[in-house]
């Protein structure tokens, strides 16, 4: 009988050397349980224990990293459909909006109590959409969600295209995403000579630390939290860790320029 271990095959005592032991530790499954022991034919292979469980280790990390990366990709798909999808509902209340007032100025009917049963059912399938982006967010990327917002960070995902994207982002770029056509139009403006204002934010505008700031201040804010949020966005992707000094330091530089 073969018996699948985690460096490769064993049978009748002859060991088989997998090329792949990455693939060979996350196949390492048998029927029944192994009749010898693992560890004696592991120093044939690996001459003695510390390289043995060293070896070991390493397959068992790097198999662990190449998992939670294959499911941080599954996920970002998953949040950047739901942004879309987000913006897609809010453009359609917004647009039954403006025709139920419209309506309502001519008649009050039967027909604009339909227009607002369709708006109330929209805006609820909006909040669970709000909600299954926010558990998303704080799933795959707590520390830029803890600083950011779960709405901002899934708006910065989706305008990247990916998190391995996001992450290769320096904070200048981080900064003006979603602000990209008003850049390209000011850009067009200054080499054709004429005077032209460069967005200084763009979806992170909305962030509370910045909107309600005044506006000579915005620029300075904006510029510091696009920085904490590149180094947030490494430290979801690589570690998954939550450091809580990032949105201190962020609530700290908020308050600095409020004083000022």
Known sequence: M?????????????IE????????????????????????????????EKEYYRKLRQVAIESTEKKVEKEIKREDKYAI???????????????????????SEIKEDELVKDFKEKIK???????????EIDDV??????????????????????????????ISLPASKIQIIGAE??????????????????????????????RTLPKSKRGKMARFLAAKIAIAAKIDYFRGEVEEELYEAVRKRYEELRRK
């Open 17 to 48: 050397v997998s090329k792949n032991l990455i693939e060979s530790f996350e196949k390492a499954s048998n029927d029944e349980p192994l009749p010898f022991n693992l560890f004696e034919y592991g120093l044939k292979v690996f001459q003695n």
């Open 81 to 103: 459909a739901l942004v879309k999808a987000l913006e897609e509902v809010e453009e359609a209340i917004n647009l039954l909006k403006e025709k139920l007032e419209d309506l």
């Open 137 to 166: 967010m704080k799933k795959i990327s707590p520390n830029v969600t803890e600083i950011a917002g779960s709405k901002i960070a899934a708006k910065l995902l989706e305008r990247a295209g990916s998190f391995e994207k996001l």
């Open 2 to 14: 073969k018996w699948k271990v985690w460096f490769g095959t064993i049978e009748n005592e002859e």
């Open 181 to 210: 056509k008003s850049l390209y139009k000011a850009l067009a403006r200054m080499r054709r000579g004429k005077t032209a204002k460069i967005p200084k934010h763009g979806v992170i505008f909305i962030h509370p630390f910045i």
């Open 121 to 131: 059912s929209l805006e609820g399938l909006l909040e669970r959409i709000e909600k």
